[in-house]
Structure formats: structure tokens, C-alpha cells
């Protein structure tokens, strides 16, 4: 079984920066694309970014320019470095890992919440 562990989130002025991570633990053979969603209060869960293990990226709308996915060597924890914060970017940020085993299967972390407030 794979687990997801996040952590990093918190609380930030804007403009501020935040860092966070997410490990892989348990069976990770076969994880190809890891990635950050978030869903904010009364909205949809949306894209932030994610990355394969040839280290593509693809990011959503609101992080292009201000945050950064990375991903370790090991392949099994991913980084997202979240610069300029705004309040908007105000959600609980979940971790995704798409492992390929006999089919494609989604995994997700439990969350880990960020506010962006003065």
C-alpha cells in the first residue's frame, strides 16, 4: 500500500514564501507523475503542479511564475516551493501520486493547509 505524507503548510503574510513536501512511503514501485492540487472553501479542487519522473512539469494557472515543483532523486518525495503568496492561494494544498501498476492508480495525501493572510 502507498501512503502519502505531506507537511510544510501554515501561515503566511503576503508576499511571503512557504515550502512543501510530500513523501511516497510504503510500495512506491511504479509511481510515474506526483503532483500539488488544492481546494479552496466553497471551491473545486484545481491544479497546482505536477511532475514526472523524466522531470516534466506542468503547472497550473494561478503558479505559473511564483512556485516551483521539484521532485528528489529517489523519485518518491516532491517539493513545492510557493513564493509570492497571495490570500488567494489560501486552500488545503493535497498531495497526488499516480502509481502504474496493472492500471493507473491515484493515490492522495491527507492535506496539509495553507493561509495566506495579514
Known amino acids: 500500500q502507498l501512503q502519502l505524507v505531506e507537511s510544510g503548510g501554515g501561515s503566511v503574510q503576503p508576499g511571503g514564501s512557504l515550502r512543501l513536501s510530500c513523501v511516497a512511503l510504503g510500495n512506491v514501485l511504479g509511481i510515474n507523475v506526483m503532483g500539488w492540487y488544492r481546494q479552496a472553501p466553497g471551491k473545486e479542487r484545481e491544479l497546482v503542479a505536477t511532475i514526472d519522473r523524466a522531470g516534466s512539469t506542468n503547472y497550473g494557472d494561478s503558479a505559473k511564475g511564483r512556485f516551483t515543483i521539484s521532485r528528489d532523486n529517489a523519485k518518491t518525495t516532491v517539493y513545492l516551493q510557493m513564493n509570492s503568496l497571495k490570500p488567494e492561494d489560501t486552500a488545503v494544498y493535497y498531495c497526488?501520486?499516480?502509481?502504474?501498476?496493472?492500471?493507473?492508480?491515484?493515490?492522495w495525501g491527507q492535506g496539509t493547509r495553507v493561509t495566506v493572510s495579514s
Open positions: 497526488n501520486a499516480e502509481q502504474e501498476r496493472l492500471a493507473v492508480v491515484d493515490h
